[in-house]
């Protein structure tokens, strides 16, 4: 795919003016603005299952949902700032995730979960869920020395198994949240 010159040019000034003239500040051996993005994501992870789990028992947990909508979207959105130079598997599922969050986003606060946006809000947010914790199982297989051996190029059968599993499992939360979820008789907790 093809990325507009004029996004490629601002997103490289703008991770070149986060880096210090002495070199970017390093927090477990990551930058700080990668450091606050893996933070961001694994807060949207963590509260993703709350949420999801929340659905479960029919109770909207509206500050974790808080919590959960904002730290998918900032992770989503701080990952357009690393430098690139094409359009990557990341920012196309970065992308998608910021149309699910546009979607699950109004459902819940704008449409209160009525009729159809009940379930909507639901399925948008299992999606935008799945696309963070999709990315959390390559960044495992990346970084995971162990991880790493099994599947050097990420095309070999134990990340094939784990992605798919991940998707099916991703799969039974939306099926059971939507069936479970009512939002007349949510509960705020």
């Given at each position: ?24 500040i390093m927090i477990l051996g990551m930058t ?158």
């Open positions: 795919m093809y990325l507009p010159k004029f996004l490629v040019v601002f997103f490289t000034v703008r991770q070149q003016q986060i880096v210090s003239e002495r070199g970017p700080t603005f990668t450091f606050a993005h893996v933070v961001l994501s694994l807060i949207g992870i963590f509260s993703g299952f709350v949420v999801v789990f929340g659905l479960f028992a029919s109770k909207r947990f509206d500050g974790w949902t808080a919590i959960f909508l904002t730290s998918t979207a900032l992770t989503s959105v701080t990952g357009f700032f690393f430098p690139f130079h094409k359009l990557l598997p990341s920012h196309v599922l970065g992308i998608l995730s910021l149309i699910a969050l546009a979607i699950a986003i109004p459902a819940r606060y704008a449409f209160h979960l009525a009729g159809a946006w009940r379930r909507t809000y639901v399925i948008t947010t299992v999606i935008a869920f799945y696309f963070n914790f999709f990315v959390l199982v390559v960044q495992l297989f990346q970084k995971v020395p162990a991880l790493k051996a099994l599947a050097p190029t990420q095309s070999e059968p134990p990340f094939v198994i784990a992605q798919v599993a991940s998707l099916a499992l991703f799969i039974v939360f939306g099926v059971v949240a939507a069936i479970r979820f009512h939002s007349e008789r949510a509960l705020a907790a």
